[in-house]
């Protein structure tokens, strides 16, 4: 069993390294018109093919934040969380919005752990660049994440890398 002052260790030791890519994800034009039901933004970028057809991208685009929320989902697979008990999303930095992510098109998530350490009330942070990319766009959003994370009893040292079902690109940046 590790400590979660070893696990700290384990990721500090690993500080800058490039986690890999998720596997691609096809933003759908129902998932945009959920979002928007939710969001209450119906822009008709989003949610009018028609009109967006005749807009500045040809067809209609995911909302900035659909693609922002994404990034939990698709990081997941790139990191080995099995000690992890609990994790929350602590914050975004450095969020930008690059290009449209197209409805029909497919994104993915490149990860670089940028640093860890812990935090009070028994937390490990991590923090990553993320870049979400779309397959034929390049970069749609890049953001630093921070993650709290509580550890199991039974927790071991994570494996790395934790690919799962991902790719790893080494010559791309993050």
């Known amino acids: 069993m590790a400590t979660q002052q070893e696990i ?3 990721f ?22 959920s979002f928007a039901d939710l969001t209450r933004d119906w822009q008709g970028i989003h949610v009018d093919p028609v009109r967006a057809a005749a807009g500045p991208f040809g067809a209609p685009v995911a909302h900035g934040f659909l693609v922002l929320s994404l990034i939990t989902y698709l990081t997941d697979s790139l990191l080995d969380l099995d000690w ?30 940028l640093g860890a350490r812990m935090r009070p009330r ?39 890398p934790a690919l799962g079902t991902g790719s790893s690109r080494p010559d791309a940046r993050v």
């Open 122 to 160: 028994d937390y490990l942070e991590l923090v990553l660049a993320v870049r979400v990319e779309a397959e034929d766009r390049g970069a749609v959003c890049t953001a630093e994440q921070t993650r709290l994370y509580r550890t199991r009893a039974d927790a071991s040292l994570p494996r790395f």
């Open 84 to 113: 992890s008990e609990s994790g929350l999303n602590h914050r975004l930095d450095r969020v930008r919005f690059r290009a449209p992510a197209v409805v029909g098109g497919r994104v993915r998530a490149g990860v670089t752990l």
């Open 12 to 33: 500090q030791e690993r500080a800058g390294v490039h986690c890999g890519y998720s596997e691609w994800f096809e933003i759908t034009q129902r998932e945009v018109d």
């Open 8 to 10: 700290a260790a384990w």
